[in-house]
Structure formats: structure tokens, C-alpha cells
């Protein structure tokens, strides 16, 4: 089993920037990918950001590309991703997610594992 606890959440106003983390524990670290969802009210879990095992590569959502940043640190068994120029349509639900089998997949279900979940508000 694995346990990922997300943080970092918060307001923020539009233009501001926040870093969300996601520890992890019970299983390998350097053995999961890891990505990040958001979900905002009334509409489906959609991808932001993945990042393979080792840190090597990533992938992003063109919503984001350019303004977020992920990255892992596997000495810390921790996930982060640095968001800037927020915007209000940013405003959602995040999730941090584990993968044993897909690399930086895009889909919810190529993750098995998933976490509370963290809430950023981007107000205008």
C-alpha cells in the first residue's frame, strides 16, 4: 500500500504563486511515478502534471505548461509542484497520485494510488 498526504494548499490572489507537496510513504519512493490532478467543482478529475520514477522526465497539461513545475525529491520521499501566475479557472481540488505501472500517465486510472486531496483558491 501507499500513502501520499498532499499540503501546500491555499487563497491566493490571481498572479500569485503556490507549492503544493505530496509525501509518500509505504512503498519505495524512487519506484512510483507521480503526477498531479485537480478537480474543480462540477466538472471531471482532469491531469496537470506527471513525473517519471527517477525525475527525469515530465509531462504537463497544456493548461499549465509554462506556469507549473513539477518535481520530486526520493531522499525526502516527497512530490511538489510549484504553480505561478495562478489564475481563478486554476481554482480546484488537487491530487497527488502514485503509479507502480504507467510512466507520467495522463488518465486517472493509470494511478492507483491517490491522496486526500489539497484545495487552492485563486481569487480575482
Known amino acids: 500500500q501507499v500513502q501520499l498526504v498532499e499540503s501546500g494548499g491555499g487563497l491566493v490572489q490571481a498572479g500569485g504563486s503556490l507549492r503544493l507537496s505530496c509525501a509518500a510513504s509505504g512503498r519505495t519512493f524512487s519506484s512510483l511515478a507521480m503526477g498531479w490532478f485537480r478537480q474543480a467543482p462540477g466538472k471531471e478529475r482532469e491531469f496537470v502534471a506527471a513525473i517519471s520514477w527517477s525525475g527525469g522526465s515530465t509531462r504537463y497539461a497544456n493548461s499549465v505548461k509554462g506556469r507549473c513545475t513539477i518535481s520530486r525529491d526520493n531522499a525526502k520521499n516527497t512530490v511538489y509542484l510549484q504553480m505561478n501566475s495562478l489564475k481563478p479557472e486554476d481554482t480546484a481540488v488537487y491530487y497527488c497520485?502514485?503509479?507502480?505501472?504507467?510512466?507520467?500517465?495522463?488518465?486517472?486510472?493509470?494511478?492507483?494510488?491517490w491522496g486526500q486531496g489539497t484545495q487552492v483558491t485563486v481569487s480575482s
Open positions: 497520485a502514485a503509479s507502480t505501472v504507467v510512466l507520467h500517465g495522463t488518465r486517472p486510472d493509470d494511478y492507483g494510488y
